[in-house]
């Protein structure tokens, strides 16, 4: 146990860079989500079948093929990321198509009376979206959301590959020097569950604050 | 107020209204009755645009929507067709996440940017006149069905519209409840709101409509006056269908 007392504020800034990368790439993801859920429910054919096939190649790829193609692929072209910088992007692209559908099905939920009454007021469709839709289906949204997120927090582990000294390559770098595993592990394993734990528990108070209405 | 002239509306193959004519004058509470799938909700919600005209035009307060004209140009006299008619509709379509006050003045605000001072003043008053101020911050899931459609009344007349279209305003709710949303209606009517209501209680449209409109399969089959339409109705049909209520 000592070997874990000893390096455990190395440990803890790896637990730091595996949220940082999480919330940015969830805070991305987000933003990539509800563009291409909207382009999917609402663009012209060109920019649907955009959508689709961003979202068909991202769900049909693994994420650490995501993760190499971004930081080493790109290599290829001259384009070299730092290894933190490829993660954000790699993951806010990977993690974006998923909540896109999420969200998709979400606005789809929302009765057309919702447009209909919202439109009968003499709103634009912007307007109904933005005011009447969108917080409706963000309600609905957010559980199915919240595995996503915790799934990312897991799936950071991944970007250790790139170098990225998150937790998973912080225990490995102290394996390295102590030719120990279990304690390492275990060690991270359990921050692992802390921090799902943490994520589930802020999601659970989110959903009741918006479900105030039910 | 309303002027409707050779509308004509079909679903791909399905024509549900045929060359309808139909005038409605300034303060005049017109009751639209028929069977169901005789095109009356869907009459209704032509006016204002809800549904897109296959043919003819529709005139509201002196703003023209024709059907041949383009998309686009279409689109924005419908939008301006909107800011005169207000709609209450079979299953209320209140906003959930919104509370009772927040539904009424929402329009006022993202449409006619009114300030949230000026509109809560507003929605109040028109939530005491349908009975339901000390529900203002309740969201509409804790409402009953009547409450509920009386909070989308004081919606549609926030927006002080030339005309108020109901679309069976009391069909989804319990019989015992129709009664509070009726009385509301009635009321309107004897301030001299300019109706089109759609409906199935016979009793009510007796009592409130100056003039009854019959629609039958797409057309207006008969209109006239209550007395006369349901003492002496002329067509068949019309016959028919008082016989089965």
Request: glycine share 6%; hydrophobic share 45%; with cysteine.
């Amino acid at each position: 146990m000592d070997v874990i007392w000893v390096n455990l504020p190395f440990l803890l800034k790896g637990a730091y860079y595996t949220l940082l990368i999480t919330i940015i790439s969830m805070f991305f993801g987000s933003i990539i989500a509800v563009i291409v859920a909207v382009a999917r429910l609402k663009g012209n054919k060109f920019i649907r079948w955009m959508a689709r096939a961003y979202v068909s190649i991202i769900r049909g790829t693994p994420t650490l093929v995501q993760i190499i193609i971004v930081y080493y692929g790109l290599a290829d072209y001259g384009l070299n990321l730092q290894p933190l910088t490829a993660a954000y992007i790699a993951l806010s692209i990977s993690i974006g198509a998923y909540l896109s559908e999420t969200l998709r099905g979400a606005i789809q939920s929302i009765p057309k009376g919702q447009y209909e009454a919202a439109y009968a007021s003499g709103m634009s469709p912007y307007q109904t979206m933005r005011r009447i839709i969108f917080p409706q289906a963000i309600r609905v949204a957010i559980p199915p959301a919240g595995n996503t997120f915790i799934g990312m927090l897991k799936e950071t582990s991944l970007v250790s590959v790139i170098t990225v000294t998150e937790l998973l390559r912080s225990a490995q770098l102290l394996i390295a020097q102590y030719y120990v595993y279990m304690p390492f592990y275990l060690a991270i394993a359990l921050m692992y569950w802390i921090m799902s734990t943490g994520f589930s528990f802020v999601l659970e108070r989110i959903e009741k604050r918006l479900s105030i209405y039910d | 107020m309303i002027n409707i002239n050779n509308l004509s509306k079909s679903f791909s193959t399905l024509e549900v209204l045929k060359d309808i004519n139909l005038q409605v004058n300034s303060g005049e509470v017109v009751v639209i009755l028929g069977p169901s799938g005789s095109g009356k909700s869907t009459l209704l919600r032509c006016i204002n645009g809800l549904e897109e005209l296959t043919s003819g035009t529709i005139e509201v307060s002196n703003i023209v929507v024709d059907a041949k004209k383009s998309h686009k140009e279409r689109n924005k006299q419908i939008k301006k067709v909107r800011l005169h008619t207000g709609m209450v509709f079979q299953q209320f379509n209140l906003y959930p996440h919104k509370t009772v006050l927040e539904n009424v003045i929402e329009a006022l605000l993202i449409v006619k940017k009114w300030s949230k001072n000026d509109a809560e003043i507003k929605g109040e008053t028109l939530l005491k006149r349908v009975g339901l101020i000390d529900k203002k911050d309740v969201y509409p899931s804790r409402l009953s069905g009547g409450q509920q459609q009386r909070v989308a009344i004081a919606r549609a007349l926030a927006m002080e519209p030339d005309i108020l279209l109901f679309d069976e305003p009391t069909s989804a709710l319990d019989p015992e409840l129709v009664d509070e949303v009726l009385a509301v209606i009635k009321e309107l009517a004897q301030d001299g709101m300019t109706m089109a209501i759609v409906t199935h209680e016979m009793t009510f449209a007796q009592e409130v409509a100056d003039r009854i409109v019959f629609m039958s399969d797409g057309v207006i089959v008969e209109e006239g006056p209550p007395e006369e339409f349901f003492s002496q109705p002329q067509t068949d049909r019309a016959k028919k269908f008082l016989k089965k209520m």
